[in-house]
T-cell receptor, first 112, second 112 residues
């Protein structure tokens, strides 16, 4: 399937450390997005990176995209306890446009 | 901030009963998505509407599930008859084509 796969499935770090999550996908995409989900809530969009971009920043977030390897990474710098959540990547197929396929997520725990 | 509103937030019912979940997308958004989230399967796309027309419902069990948009302010997802395996969190999301999706907080459905 087109569904992205995040790695690792779970990550536990100390507050102040950096957290890196990876996403791999299978076919050509228009863009890739990262979302965050707090327990019991809906997903919240974090950042979108287009297929012709290689890196994007938003506050403490840094996303990279390597279309040759069909992979992306999300780096959260100087993590906080409030960053504890699940993080998902979502990819869209070039041929279908707006339909997004979500990965299985990385569960991040930031220990105060 | 504009939000996607889903009702009910929680639903517990017995198998065989009809379940209707409602979603109010953000005003002006022309795409609406229904997702189902379970621990085992992750986030699955059930149906996708653009300008109220169903574009893809291939992820939805046709024999018991139906999705409609009676007007631009309301999307519904119905299950009839419901089965225990339908227990999950159902999310609605809305957006504009090729733009990030905005998620509601979901309906947590338990079928006994």
């Amino acid at each position: 399937s087109q569904q992205g796969e995040e790695d690792p499935q779970a990550l536990s770090i100390q507050e102040g450390e950096n957290a890196t999550m990876n996403c791999s996908y299978k076919t050509s995409i228009n863009n890739l997005q990262w979302y965050r989900q707090n327990s019991g809530r809906g997903l919240v969009h974090l950042i979108l990176i287009r297929s012709n971009e290689r890196e994007k920043h938003s506050g403490r977030l840094r996303v990279t995209l390597d279309t040759s390897k069909k992979s992306s990474s999300l780096l959260i710098t100087a993590s906080r306890a409030a960053d504890t959540a699940s993080y998902f990547c979502a990819t869209d197929l070039m041929r279908t446009g707006n339909q997004f396929y979500f990965g299985t997520g990385t569960s991040l725990t930031v220990i105060p | 901030d504009a939000r996607v509103t889903q009702t009910p937030r929680h639903k517990v019912t017995e198998m065989g009963q009809e379940v209707t979940m409602r979603c109010q997308p953000i005003l002006g958004h022309n795409t609406v998505f229904w997702y189902r989230q379970t621990m085992m399967q992750g986030l699955e796309l059930l149906a996708y509407f653009r300008n109220r027309a169903p574009l893809d419902d291939s992820g939805m069990p046709k024999d018991r599930f139906s999705a409609e948009m009676p007007d631009a302010t309301l999307a519904t997802l119905k299950i009839q008859p419901s089965e225990p395996r339908d227990s999950a969190v159902y999310f609605c999301a809305s957006g504009l084509v090729a733009q990030p999706q905005h998620f509601g907080d979901g309906t947590r459905l338990s079928i006994l």
